[in-house]
T-cell receptor, first 115, second 110 residues
Framework: DAMVIQNPRYQVTQFGKPVTLSCSQT?????MYWYQQKSSQAPKLLFH???????NEADTPDNFQSRRPNTSFCFLDIRSPGLGDAAMYLC??????????????FGSGTQLSVL | DQQVKQNSPSLSVQEGRISILNCDYT??????FLWYKKYPAEGPTFLIS?????DKNEDGRFTVFLNKSAKHLSLHIVPSQPGDSAVYFC?????????FGKGTRLHILP
């Protein structure tokens, strides 16, 4: 089945130690998104790639970076994780933005803990 | 500033009855609206959507109603089933972005 896969399912890192979360997709979708969801909060869009074009949200901290080496893979890099970065990180894909009824396909998420 | 608001963190409904989940939004420029369902340990999955030019969309047991003048939409599930117990996110689309509400946890009681 075509899907969005996130690894690892749980990630523990130390305060200030760089960490990378990965996402892959077999849907061949053009757009890949990273959302951050803290407990009882709405998923918050950090950034997205439309093909190779990177689109950062205005309020995404510089501490968060992303790479998309090819259509299938997208990475979220947290350069110096703080305690406030502990959250669920959700990767999602869509065929293309800007189309009526376009919808997102989500991975299962990576739960990040910062010690 | 929350643009999509789900003011009820949780809702309990008897099996077989109607579940009504509510959502309010502040931006009248949203193009369409979506509902996502999330089970524990899984990512959200798309449930149903509605264009801003419509006031109702139905898909099986699920119906979404949109009241543009009130900037309000609701998801009706009838009849409610045990498998409907999940977190439901209301979301809105504009400018290549989908913005989510905080979600409502629905409990279907036996």
């Amino acid at each position: 089945d075509a899907m969005v896969i996130q690894n690892p399912r749980y990630q523990v890192t130390q305060f200030g130690k760089p960490v990378t979360l990965s996402c892959s997709q077999t849907l061949n979708h053009n757009v890949m998104y990273w959302y951050q969801q803290k407990s009882s909060q709405a998923p918050k869009l950090l950034f997205h790639y439309y093909d190779k074009d990177f689109n950062n949200e205005a309020d995404t901290p510089d501490n968060f970076q992303s790479r998309r080496p090819n259509t299938s893979f997208c990475f979220l890099d947290i350069r110096s994780p703080g305690l406030g970065d502990a959250a669920m990180y959700l990767c999602a894909t869509s065929r293309a933005p800007g189309q009526v009824n376009e919808k997102l396909f989500f991975g299962s998420g990576t739960q990040l803990s910062v010690l | 500033d929350q643009q999509v608001k789900q003011n009820s963190p949780s809702l309990s409904v008897q099996e077989g009855r109607i579940s009504i989940l509510n959502c309010d939004y502040t931006n009248s420029m949203f193009d369409y609206f979506l509902w996502y369902k999330k089970y524990p340990a899984e990512g959200p999955t798309f449930l149903i959507s509605i264009s801003s030019i419509k006031d109702k969309n139905e898909d099986g047991r699920f119906t979404v109603f949109l009241n543009k003048s009130a900037k309000h939409l609701s998801l009706h599930i009838v009849p409610s089933q045990p498998g409907d117990s999940a977190v439901y996110f209301c979301a809105a689309y504009r400018d290549d972005k989908i913005i989510f509400g905080k979600g409502t946890r629905l409990h279907i009681l036996p």
